[in-house]
T-cell receptor, first 115, second 115 residues
Framework: KNQVEQSPQSLIILEGKNCTLQ??????????LRWYKQDTGRGPVSLTI?????NTKSNGRYTATLDADTKQSSLHITASQLSDSASYIC??????????????FGAGTRLAVHP | ETGVTQTPRHLVMGMTNKKSLKCEQH?????MYWYKQSAKKPLELMFV???????ENNSVPSRFSPECPNSSHLFLHLHTLQPEDSALYLC??????????????FGEGSRLTVL
């Protein structure tokens, strides 16, 4: 069964600290993996997209890694800011069918950054 | 103009009401989606339109009826909903094709409450 599991479910850190969010998946075949940030009450915004040949990708203070062999990804946030408080969603794109990519969503990690 | 615009942002309706959610994308994309997001659950795909043709109907109850009059507009018609249908409804668009990653761009969502 195609699944995306994220950990931890929730996380509290102090402003300025680093943190790492985890994503494990069992989706096959694999096309790409995406990380989204979703502020409370708003739509998700894309942070990174990685194909199987990419093992690291950065977007400012966000760095995503991908290990296609172990089917694991991580999102590292450096020098956290209060505005990083949000849900972070891992999404794996599987087989292409019907003219679009099938996406499997994780339940997200809710991050709270405290001053 | 933001990329994907959803209206209304908030909607409260009774179980016997008929209402519609509207989505408009200004990105020139060829695919549009409706997702349902309930608390602490992964996003659930409801409908996909690719090139204005419905290509996915993910076992959604008939009280939800999508309409895609052109590639820029998507509607979700709501009729005799149940309280458990209360959720955040997200519209998204993407450019699909074998040379595209199919990155999703989300709207801000319509928060629906069914009394």
């Amino acid at each position: 069964k195609n699944q995306v599991e994220q950990s931890p479910q929730s996380l509290i850190i102090l402003e300025g600290k680093n943190c790492t969010l985890q994503c494990n998946y069992t989706v096959s075949p694999f096309s790409n993996l995406r990380w989204y940030k979703q502020d409370t009450g708003r739509g998700p915004v894309s942070l990174t997209i990685m194909t199987f040949s990419e093992n690291t990708k950065s977007n400012g203070r966000y760095t995503a890694t991908l290990d296609a062999d172990t089917k694991q990804s991580s999102l590292h946030i450096t020098a956290s800011q209060l505005s990083d408080s949000a849900s972070y969603i891992c999404v794996v794109s599987g087989r292409r069918s019907g003219g679009y990519n099938k996406l499997i969503f994780g339940a997200g990690t809710r991050l709270a950054v405290h001053p | 103009e933001t990329g994907v615009t959803q209206t209304p942002r908030h909607l409260v309706m009774g179980m016997t009401n008929k209402k519609s959610l509207k989505c408009e994308q200004h990105l020139g994309h060829n695919a549009m989606y409706w997702y349902k997001q309930s608390a602490k659950k992964p996003l659930e795909l409801m409908f996909v339109y690719s090139l204005e043709e419905r290509v996915e109907n993910n076992s959604v109850p008939s009280r939800f009826s999508p309409e895609c009059p052109n590639s820029s507009h998507l509607f979700l018609h709501l009729h005799t909903l149940q309280p458990e249908d209360s959720a955040l409804y997200l519209c998204a668009s993407s450019q699909e094709g074998y040379s595209n990653t199919g990155e999703l761009f989300f709207g801000e969502g319509s928060r629906l409450t069914v009394l």
